[in-house]
Each structure stands twice: as structure tokens, then as C-alpha cells.
């Protein structure tokens, strides 16, 4: 009987084109039969952040962070040729003619998949980020927990 093949992946870029890599391939792995983590830090966190606003209690530089990161995964920007926001109406736009799933999908496919979409409480506490804020899916882990999944993964990635 062959042992359970464990994906974790680190994901700490807020960029939209490399947070719909980390995604691609956590799908891609769950399908193979994968049991997959991704380890959501510091500017990863946003792909787990809900679109609308939620009312937290905070401090005056947490509610700064929360207005400055952006709010859920479709206002997240691009790696490289951003241009101030435009980049990514473009990417999307040539995106949805070649049929190609967006990053909000993506994250609705990991979830169906059973995907372990983990926040680093840490960093949520570093940047004021507030449970309340995050998609109900969500698990919260620091990062012993990380470590402990990724002892046992034949692949670990750092995106």
C-alpha cells in the first residue's frame, strides 16, 4: 500500500499571476491525489481575504494595512507590467478569451478539492488582519504547524 503524497506550498506573494501558479498547481496535485497545503503569509494572505469590507476592531496603522492590501484575490495586482492597475483588466481579459479559469475559481476549486488553505496567524497579527476578514474555509496555523505538513511532503514549494 503506497503512503498518502503531501503537496504543501508557501504562499507568500500577494502578486495575482503568482498566487494563480501556487493555486494551479495545488489543484493540480489534489487531482492526482495529493493531500495539499498552502501556507498563506504576509502578502498571501490577501487571496484568502473577502471582497467586501468587514468591520474589525483595530488600531490606526491595522486599519492603514487593511486599506492599502488589497481586498480578496481579483484586486490583487500583477508581478510585472502592472501599470498601474491596468495589467491585470488586461491579463483577465485575455484570460477569459482563452477560457482560462481566474484566481477567485481557482480558490473555489481548491476549496471543493478539500485543499488546506491555511493563514498565518503571525502575520495576521502583524498586519491587523482579523478572522472575520478571511474566507470561512480558512484554517489558521502558525508556523510549527507548517512545518510539521511539510516534514512529510514529497514536494514543498515557495511561492
Known amino acids: 500500500m503506497s503512503e498518502q ?6 504562499l507568500f506573494s500577494g502578486d495575482y499571476d503568482k498566487a494563480m501558479a ?3 498547481i495545488a489543484n ?3 487531482a492526482y491525489d495529493h493531500e495539499v497545503t498552502i501556507f498563506h503569509t504576509f502578502w498571501g494572505l490577501n487571496a484568502l481575504r473577502k471582497d467586501e469590507p468587514i468591520q474589525a476592531k ?3 496603522l491595522e486599519k492603514a494595512f487593511g486599506k492599502i492590501m488589497p481586498r480578496g484575490p481579483e484586486k490583487m495586482g500583477l508581478s510585472n507590467m502592472n501599470f498601474m492597475g491596468i495589467g491585470p483588466k488586461l491579463i483577465k481579459k485575455v484570460m477569459k478569451k482563452h477560457n482560462a ?3 477567485s475559481d481557482l480558490i473555489e476549486m481548491a476549496e471543493e478539492q478539500d485543499i ?3 493563514a498565518c496567524t503571525m502575520t495576521m497579527d502583524l498586519l491587523g488582519l482579523d478572522k472575520a476578514e478571511m474566507r470561512e474555509t ?3 496555523a502558525g508556523v510549527a504547524a507548517y512545518l510539521a505538513e511539510a516534514e512529510d511532503g514529497g514536494v514543498n514549494m515557495f511561492i
Open 28 to 30: 493540480g496535485a489534489a
Open 58 to 60: 483595530k488600531n490606526l
Open 138 to 140: 480558512s484554517e489558521y
Open 101 to 103: 479559469m481566474p484566481l
Open 22 to 24: 501556487a493555486y494551479i
Open 116 to 118: 488546506n488553505l491555511v
Open 5 to 10: 503524497k503531501k503537496t504543501n506550498i508557501i
